[in-house]
């Protein structure tokens, strides 16, 4: 059984940053794609950056809102993805949440994900 628990989410003011940590247990991590996702009140949960499992070519995902400022990567020795976010916007505020799947590449589906965290709120005041 995997359990994924992430961390880092609190309160930030907008411009500034924060690094969310997704640590995984019970599977040979390195094999496993990783991503994370956020959902905004009212909202449907939606993808926002994707990390391929580490065989060759890393590959990577990010949403068009989040890029140039979200960086997704992993260390496969602590069993942990990250999250670095800076620039951070009012509209980042969700509860953000992570997933792994085995999953050839860096997918941004949903239904590619097989088990995910119980999330960590970020919230980015104006």
């Known amino acids: 059984q995997v359990r994924l628990v992430e961390s880092g989410g609190g309160l930030v003011h907008a411009g500034g940053s924060l690094r969310l940590s997704c640590a995984a247990s019970g599977r040979t991590f390195s094999t496993y794609a990783m991503g994370w996702f956020r959902q905004a009140p009212g909202n449907d949960r939606e993808f926002v950056a994707a990390?391929?499992?580490?065989?060759?070519?890393?590959?990577?995902y990010y949403a068009d809102p989040v890029k140039g400022r979200f960086t997704i990567s992993r260390d496969n020795a602590k069993n942990t993805v990250y999250l670095q976010m800076n620039r951070l916007k009012p509209e980042d505020t969700a509860v953000y949440y992570c997933?792994?799947?085995?999953?050839?590449?860096?997918?941004?589906?949903?239904?590619?994900?097989?088990?995910w965290g119980q999330g960590t709120q970020v919230t980015v005041s104006s």
């Open positions: 997933a792994l799947g085995y999953v050839r590449g860096a997918s941004a589906s949903q239904r590619d994900y097989d088990y």
């Open positions: 990390i391929s499992r580490s065989a060759g070519n890393t590959y990577y």
